[in-house]
């Protein structure tokens, strides 16, 4: 589901300009306002009305087009808007079009968000509450994860009258929700040339797993909880791609486990378009690990060991160092059973897998047990960290990237808001100093 859009209006009878709309939302308990871009506005209609479609994709510029699984999504100049509006056929197709205001953050970013907003419960007993929400509002639940059952995404429809911005804030003001988030996401940076994950010189900040008991308090520092919330002991070590090799016939890049003072090849990487393969060195044939052009419900086998299959349970978007990249939700599968609990990995496209290490199956094979990816980085441009510290459970509701104002040690850590010490950190992918 690709999530891009933010005020939500319904134009049957009424005009963009003339209705109110939120100008801020919440975060983390605060308020953060937003200043409406007056040049930009996005439209999103469903993917059924097909010659409502054709028509605006022949009467307008289309400034950006945002992937979705129910809405096709459109950014355009006001201008052409007004321009769309003229059209003898606009007051029928208006029916079937939700338009909204594009905006701009404190760091004068611009973004749009999608007619989808997350909640999260206070509690597994107040799923009654959220549901008498959904009714009185007329929104739609798109998705409940399996592992954060607390979570919600629901989505605005024709008949809410409210914008998602608008309902997001109306359940986090009531007092009754521990969160409720519009999705945002910038408009620029649509340009795909860091989805490639393959290239020299990127490293991965990574963590081997191994089950312990509950450390003493104080001595946590060294330990981390895995998916399902249990105690593991952690071995940090780091994965680079560096010069370049020739097996099976092909070329490859040479990825390289830095554990200490053991710096040893581990396998070969190359990547043919959305595709990652890998050959090990002793391997006499090349195995496919990432397969970004997967959807939802495909299956993933390994080229080599046909054991090895995934299925992939969601399919969804997540913005990368500003730019938006495809992510896969990996579970286990096996024909013909229902395997409820059995979640393997998570890919981002351009990053790699955050569980297990970048490159599937080369962790069962090399480390022997699980591993984490903290971070990734080309250069000194942060791609990726989780949103979080070590001792804190990892969730995969945080697999969200660096927001606009996450803040990171060199280390790939990320900081806590507040007054900073002398040194040197990044935020949004770039250095800056504190003197």
């Known amino acids: 589901m690709k999530r891009n859009l933010l005020l939500m209006l319904m ?51 289309i400034q950006t087009t945002i992937k979705d699984e129910t809405f096709a999504i459109f950014v355009i100049q006001r201008s052409e808007f007004k321009k769309l509006s003229s059209l003898d056929s606009w007051k029928e197709d208006a029916k079937s079009v939700m338009v909204s205001s594009c905006y701009f953050t404190e760091e004068n970013r611009e973004v749009c968000a999608s007619p989808y907003f997350d909640v999260c419960l206070k509690a597994e007993s107040d799923k009654g509450l959220l549901t008498s929400y959904v009714e009185k509002y007329k929104l739609r639940v798109v998705y409940n994860s399996r592992f954060l059952p607390l979570w919600y995404t629901l989505a605005v429809t024709l008949d809410t009258g409210k914008s ?12 009754k929700f521990s969160s409720s988030v519009p999705d945002l996401c910038e ?64 070329n490859y890049k040479k990825m390289m486990m830095i554990r200490g003072d053991e710096n040893r090849f581990i396998c070969g990487l190359r990547q043919d378009g959305n595709r990652v393969y890998g050959c090990y060195q002793d391997g006499d044939s090349e195995e496919l690990f990432l397969d970004f052009s997967l959807d939802e419900e495909d299956i993933f086998t390994s080229t080599n060991d046909d054991l090895l299959k995934m299925r ?7 913005v990368v160092n500003g730019f938006e990249r495809k992510l896969l939700w990996m579970w286990n599968y096996e024909e013909g059973v229902d395997i ?21 199956p080369f962790q069962w094979n090399v480390i022997g047990n699980q591993s984490m990816m ?23 509701s945080k697999i969200t990237s660096n927001s606009s104002s996450a803040i990171f040690d060199l280390q790939g850590r990320r900081l806590p808001t507040g007054t900073l010490p002398k040194g040197i950190y990044i935020r949004e992918g770039k250095k800056f100093v504190v003197k």
Request: with cysteine; glycine share 8%.
């Open 340 to 360: 409820v609990d059995g979640l393997v990995n998570v890919w981002i496209e351009g990053v790699g897998g955050v569980i297990g290490g970048p490159a599937f």
């Open 164 to 175: 998602s911005l608008d309902c997001a804030n109306e359940l986090y003001e009531s007092g």
């Open 374 to 396: 903290l971070s990734c980085y080309q250069g000194n441009s942060l791609l990726y960290s989780y949103d979080g510290n070590n001792t804190n459970s990892i969730e995969m």
């Open 312 to 318: 992939v349970d969601r399919a969804d978007y997540v």
């Open 11 to 61: 134009l049957v009878s009424c005009s963009l300009y003339a209705m109110a709309q939120s100008d801020f939302y919440y975060s983390k308990g605060k308020k953060i306002p937003l200043t409406i871009n007056e040049n930009k506005v996005c439209v999103s209609i469903s993917k059924d009305a097909d010659e409502i479609i054709k028509r605006i994709r022949a009467n307008v510029k």
């Open 187 to 250: 408009l620029d940076n649509k340009d795909i040339s860091n989805a490639v994950l393959v290239v020299e010189g990127r490293v991965w900040n990574m963590v081997s797993l191994s089950p312990a008991e509950t450390p003493e308090p104080g001595t946590e520092q060294d330990y981390y909880k895995d998916l399902k919330g249990r105690w593991c002991k952690g071995s940090p070590f780091k994965l680079v791609l560096e010069g370049d090799t020739a097996m099976t016939g092909k």
